[in-house]
T-cell receptor, first 115, second 111 residues
């Protein structure tokens, strides 16, 4: 089946630093990738949609300059949390799809902890 | 505004019995529904889906039922096994690629 690899699985860093999270589709070409954020015991909240070769689309309330997304190839999308602060601490999960087909395939997530 | 709702945060079922997880939605534009299973510290794994043109889809121990008039879907797992213990999310899609998720239901299968 389709495999999505997300790296790193866990990040702990100081407030003010920038953190990059990678999402790779290993055995298919992902024309679209999605970035979610999940708070404890809550739903997965879509934060942005990343299309290969074009600008990302952000959900309402998401700061574009804080959550930078790059989808430079059909197998890789990156999310950079710039100048991270403790309130950015969360579980971030990416998913990928080929030509928008369902189901979307998810990475294992990144636990981000900002001290 | 929560467009997809799973009103039961947790469910406990005896091994071998049927597990029924419920999901309600409000957006009538949704036309595709999915169930995902999630273990701690892992991403969701796709289980089963159903299109709005159907009212039932079955895959092994898993069956999803869709009641469009009630805007309700359910996932039946029978027989339930200990390995089924996880958090289950229902998700909905409406034309666009985006998925809208419910809050999840934690299923515990007791031996």
């Amino acid at each position: 089946g389709a495999v999505v690899s997300q790296h790193p699985s866990r990040v702990i860093c100081k407030s003010g630093t920038s953190v990059k999270i990678e999402c790779r589709s290993l055995d298919f070409q992902a024309t679209t990738m999605f970035w979610y954020r999940q708070f404890p015991k809550q739903s997965l909240m879509l934060r942005a949609t990343s299309n290969e070769g074009s600008k990302a689309t952000y959900e309402q309330g998401v700061e574009k300059d804080k959550f930078l997304i790059n989808h430079a190839s059909l197998t890789l999308s990156t999310l950079t949390v710039t100048s991270a602060h403790p309130e950015d601490s969360s579980f971030y999960i990416c998913s990928a799809t080929d030509r928008g087909d369902q189901p979307h395939h998810f990475g294992d997530g990144t636990r981000l902890s900002i001290l | 505004d929560q467009q997809v709702k799973q009103n039961s945060p947790s469910l406990s079922v005896q091994e071998g019995r049927i597990s029924i997880l419920n999901c309600d939605y409000t957006n009538s534009m949704f036309d595709y529904f999915l169930w995902y299973k999630k273990y701690p510290a892992e991403g969701p794994t796709f289980l089963i889906s159903i299109s709005s043109i159907k009212d039932k889809n079955e895959d092994g121990r898993f069956t999803v039922f869709l009641n469009k008039s009630a805007k309700h879907l359910s996932l039946h797992i029978v027989p339930s096994q200990p390995g089924d213990s996880a958090v289950y999310f229902c998700a909905a899609s409406g034309g666009a690629q985006k998925l809208v998720f419910g809050q999840g239901t934690r299923l515990t299968i007791n031996p």
